[in-house]
């Protein structure tokens, strides 16, 4: 179980008059405390649901995003995460943007010990756009971590994609 | 075959007046001997029925529990581990913290040279969150295994994600 | 082939300055003569892209809806229909009532001679709905049609749900 | 959009401090008015997350609960029926009873034209249970629909199991 | 729930000593009282675990068996039947045999309203069997119910079979 | 079980030194008595290695056939029918005329109450093609069924192709 | 088997230099005699390599095309009918139109008692079309068939579609 | 092809007179001789009809069995290895024993060059369990093939478990 | 967000008189530039829409090509892509260099960091075709990327074919 | 493209008056020049027509072969491969046997860098079979990737058996 001081980092979950912003905001993610920093574990994220909008067009653009990540000492709270997300709605930005951006809000964040992002759009014109960006802390074992995983990066099991 | 000897520490694994505990209770775990030490083999539980609480709103989370190891010189008997994991029912955690603690729980009771635990959860808010851990028995050969292993955790044939 | 003249009607399609409006915009639908007016003919429009946001919480909903119907002789172009749909974006409504003014809108517009909408929404508190209605032409075999197609709706061939 | 007038019914949804009831509550469950009375329409609610206890050796149960029904005046809204599903919890029934009564309760609140329910159990003994039951409004076309539905139920497209 | 009284009839369900029969043995069935007799409901069965023996060869055959039924005033207890269906495992019937005797046996022992039995068998020489029979009550609308279920058994949906 | 002198029929089950015909050889099938005359039940033989040649360019041609009858008297023994659908191997025909062919046979062999034969072939100049045939015995109520199970042949659960 | 005589009309099958038209050629498409005129039976083409040009745009469209079709006394060879389909390649229509023409094409052909075309479209817009029209020869019982085919189209099974 | 007297070792292929022992019988493994014994290639054995008996409950097991090895000098013949399997129908054994001792048999049998043993059993209390075992020959490069599977096994595309 | 001068050497997104090319152009390839040139990261391409003719028959070929890279400074506009795509519509080559071809083009366009590109073709005669090639610049880290991808290439999680 | 010159050695495709040899004729397979002899890239074949006999009982096998291959200077005609893959129809041979003499045939017929071949077998006994051999150019990088990728084979994705 987790004390009330544990948890006070935590605002958004369970709260009534949640405001939903449709314009990126960043500044709308929460973390708490990492309950055991002595080792590495992985979380994942899978977010079915995110939309924001194409840049050039204004079309709205669909994706899956998935999250994995390796937390260090704090850990991103998930409600506020989907807010956050949510927060793209009516944002503009290029598929190879927007992961790359996530990215980097989460790093900044979190400074977790290893992440990663993968995107899978939906199609314009009968090609769907697929990208994947990682990260490890800069000159640690984490690093390498990220360099054998980029490295392999969708070798296998690579979905089957008919746009139907 | 095993004979009476062998199948002494089992008391739940057929009994008629099993008690449920609903509150959450390692103590119940059971173990029998590994008639195989000399040999390195693996053991995997698939655990669809797992449910416990959310720790801040009460509300019931729902979740996969996939658990492998490496035995060592005991091993967990699955009955008893059915009725550890039912003990989660009316407990509230937090995901990340349920997959450590099952974990924490498992080394704790029969000292494997390996194990992982993957926890696969119903999402919430538009998102589901999958924790995966593992240890491998410090100074030995297993600690290599899991570092291994989870450097390269969900690489390939990633679960696709639609919350349908 | 189409002569330019039975293409007046469509001005979206092509277009390269095409405005995307986020709010509830019906106005924005466009027809075009249906070539086949002798014959009963089934057309299905699948669109996986919908997303509106909830009255009460404003959070996004998505859903996955099916439109069939028959047409009389005018015909619902697809690149208005699909900024019509675009336009329920920043739009609140329970999801009972989003499928319901869909259908309302297509007949207003078309008045066709059968029409259908099944909407498939994604889970909220573990919960999706799903809803569908159907129209048939008062007092014309298309009114039985759809009374026989709503008393045998989803009986057979039900989707799986398990949430992932 | 819905008038403040016509969601004063909805207590429960957007609330902060929900209280979960895991026994049997069937009083929690709430209604809002149909904007649509006049026209027959099915709303299908998706239930993966069932659970309840076996009366006879206290195991928890585990189903996906199927509910369509078509409504008349008054309309069960989700988040609490999301609610009156959790307070099955720790309650004790057949699977049999248990799709009995949920029609049963669901036809108290609403007096729906037409209800059924399907639940899919998981497997005890190797064998899972899938119970149905409907109703349509007594001595009306509904009850004939009933009658149609409830003959041709589960014919085509049957679920292949294998128990993994 | 049930009353003590009520579960008079069960025996097997939670008791320890259970002992299998590997011998046909239709005696081992047990029933329990219908608490809803004014109701027309549906109860099925999924059995994936089905295994018998060539009456030719001896070679052991393998089925998942579907069984559907509308119960009258006594239904089959679920733990009872799974005892009847292991006692085929040392017993030599051809498949088509198999399952028109595990109908008559339920037909006996609960008198139903209607039952069908669907048998998928795995395959000999490259050819798979899957027989199907059904009853419904001699004179009443069930047997109505039956020859239109019997009519149109496995038109839609059908499996897909490639022996792998 | 089946006495000895029910068995007499069966020549080929079990025999060792069967020898297979790969030109058509009607004559190979056998027939055993059905035990269960008085009721209609039926019997689906799922087939998935059939090849025969194609009459014009001699190309080997490859289908999975699903043979569904309902027996009368005598029934077809599956061990002769997988002879008998060898027996195609060398022997050339359109995809139409071999469903036609093993229909008749069948009827000649067991005159069963009915019968139908669907064949699933794989392309040929990217495109597959899928003969159905069926038969009821004349002047009966099973030429009825066969007609109502033609007029509603394949209309829902269609397979997806796409070649791969 | 057919004689030479029978086979006389297939110019096509086998050919070496066969010429493949890009334009809308419906006189390619070539005929063979029905060898069992006297019985209904169902043929079915499964056509994934369909493409044509969309008429506004230019851009291609891409479809899984189905036919089927009850024979008279002619029937389609499938070698022009895979030409004919070619030939559609640089030509421009409407989905709904496409479908239109192929069956009047076929109609004009054939002569045949029934059929039926569905064509499956791949997405524009985020949006997928999936045109169904039937022909049955009027005034006989395929016109009724035509009807009640027509009436239940797409009712169960349908396709999930996701755009992936 | 194979001489005559490179198939003198096999004798229950293509025997009549085969009688199947439900206990377990080692002995009746055959073997034959490998025809490529200077190369290293892959023999899989996928095994879907494994049953077997729980040594405390009696209660009978399913599993599917994967045996996946690199010959040596002689191979084990399948129809012989389906005997052995069968032979375990009225025996009793924890899943991870079961696996263990088919490797070991196969082992004593073949000395192959590596063998593994994947089982993976139907659920009993909700948990199904998979046990895994390997060999590689001592002190050869097949031991560290052995090392570096064992290390990596079940990494990805994990089975996806619910219990349907 | 990118500027508009960023968005500069993008033509053809948003454009309404879009050109298509049937026959093989290169040039109509169009870049914008890297705004995270100094990291790296995936982009994937899935392109199911691929069709091109066969340059002995002249028969349509149809394929999904997946394309996958690092971007160094310059990036290929998905919309150029696609159309660069359609230009193969009537041009003639084998699979095997239809997906060199493209893999030079692109290195040309690019000069990526890494590429690789893998075609999935329909069969023909039976026989389905998927070339694989991949590039990484030369004496850099990537060079090696390519060669421990390309050694691992499809090692896992293959393909099941039945061509249906 | 390709010139006339480098089509030389091509014959049989696009030819009218093709012989099918039903018997093992190794001689039928041509080759033509590999155009990117500078360059490594795979060609994958999926044959899932492929037939042959039992060399002990003559009953028909079936199986999907998998051809994975380095081109070296010539490369194998697809229309070739399937008339080579034929010439096994009537040809009695092992499972694993099939798999070592199509390898070899290609590496006599093209000497490439690797090459690997994979056969899925159906079932015979409940039990299937799949073979899987490699080969890399002796003292060579192929012959240590042909190492790296037979120690790994079928580590992960595997196929899930169940012989339905
Ligand atoms: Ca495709
Ligand atoms: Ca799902
Ligand atoms: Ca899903
Ligand atoms: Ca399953
Ligand atoms: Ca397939
Ligand atoms: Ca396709
Ligand atoms: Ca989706
Ligand atoms: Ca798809
Ligand atoms: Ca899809
Ligand atoms: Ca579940
Ligand atoms: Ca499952
Ligand atoms: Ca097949
Ligand atoms: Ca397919
Ligand atoms: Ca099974
Ligand atoms: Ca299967
Ligand atoms: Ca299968």
Chains 1, 2, 3, 4, 5, 6, 7, 8, 9, 10 share one sequence.
């Not at 190879?96 to 951006?101: M, P, Q, S, T, W």
């Amino acid at each position: 179980m987790r004390s009330k001081k544990e948890t006070e980092s935590i605002t958004l979950l369970g709260q009534k008059d949640v405001k939903y912003n449709y314009g990126y905001s960043p500044e709308i993610l929460e973390t708490f405390e990492n309950k055991h920093p002595n080792r590495d574990y992985w979380v994942k994220f899978n977010c079915p649901e995110f939309t924001s909008l194409c840049p050039i067009t204004g079309q709205p653009d669909f994706a899956t995003i998935y999250i994995s990540y390796i937390p260090d000492r704090i850990m991103v709270e998930s409600k506020s995460l989907k807010l956050y997300l949510v927060s793209f709605r009516n944002h503009g930005d290029f598929h190879e943007d927007v992961v790359n951006i996530i990215m980097d809000d989460l790093i900044n964040l979190m400074q977790p010990r290893y992440i990663e992002i993968w995107g899978k759009f939906l199609p314009r014109g009968g090609i769907s756009i697929d990208p994947y960006v990682n990260y490890g802390r800069p000159a640690s074992k984490y690093e390498e971590i990220a360099q054998q995983r980029f490295i392999q990066h969708d070798m296998n099991g690579m979905d089957k994609i008919d746009n139907r």
